[in-house]
């Protein structure tokens, strides 16, 4: 089956730090791009990073740049978003998406979601 | 406020027809691939279009999707109960160099 699933959600406070993970299973992990789409409470979703499969190529939402970065470990079919300096605005699901064309425009299989909740 | 314009909900009776719309600019619809998800509230995302018009394994043909120019669209026929869903557009933006979604359209079959 295939599958992404994610960790690392929880409660922090604002200005704080967190680390998102996204294990792949059932598909050639190393060999897709990746991104991280999250979703504010009662809200659309909302892009915020893509990574290649070699790490080579990576981009950010305005919104997230200079305080999360993107980061994976094929070795471990593991995806990453380390985000620092965090704020009430980033309180959200966070969703893994595997990338069908390498573009970042097209996700077709999702994890189920790691809740992030910013807040004092 | 999002880069990608879609009407806020549509509605329709089972086994009629809908059209939900998403309206961007050049550099992101005119100029990329357009894709479609349902979501459930309280689950991730399903795509369902991708390549504006290119149905993944397991979609069924009652969902269709379009592209002109700055637009795009995603048609479904023979509505079921089931269907009741919010739906987003998505494409990639070449100016910003980043993932767009329109802001969802919640789907109601009466």
């Known amino acids: 089956e295939l599958q992404l699933v994610e960790s690392g959600g929880g409660l922090v406070q604002p200005g704080g730090s967190l680390r998102l993970s996204c294990v792949g299973s059932g598909f050639a992990f190393s060999t897709y791009s990746m991104n991280w789409v999250r979703q504010a409470p009662g809200k659309g979703l909302e892009w915020i990073s893509f990574i290649t499969s070699r790490s080579n190529i990576i981009h950010y939402a305005d919104s997230v740049k200079g305080r999360f970065t993107i980061a994976r470990d094929n070795a471990q079919n593991s995806l990453y978003l380390h985000m620092n300096s965090l704020r009430d605005e980033d309180t959200a699901v966070y969703y893994c998406?595997?990338?069908?064309?390498?573009?970042?425009?097209?996700?077709?299989?999702w994890g189920q979601g790691t809740v992030v909740t910013v807040s004092s | 406020q999002s880069v990608l314009t879609q009407p806020p909900s549509v509605s329709a009776a089972p086994g009629q027809n809908v059209i939900i719309s998403c309206s961007g600019s050049?550099?992101?619809?005119?100029?990329?691939?357009v894709a479609w998800y349902q979501q459930v509230p309280g689950t991730a995302p399903k795509l369902l279009i991708y390549?504006?018009?290119k149905r993944p394994s397991g979609i069924p043909d009652r969902f269709s999707g379009s592209k002109s120019g700055t637009s795009a669209s995603l048609g479904i026929t023979g509505l079921q109960t089931g269907d009741e869903a919010d739906y987003f557009c998505?494409?990639?933006?070449?100016?910003?160099?980043?993932?767009?979604f329109g802001g969802g359209t919640k789907l109601t079959v009466l």
């Open positions: 390549d504006n018009d």
């Open positions: 998406a595997r990338d069908v064309k390498a573009r970042g425009d097209a996700f077709d299989i």
């Open positions: 050049r550099p992101n619809i005119g100029n990329n691939y």
């Open positions: 998505g494409t990639w933006d070449s100016s910003l160099t980043a993932g767009v």
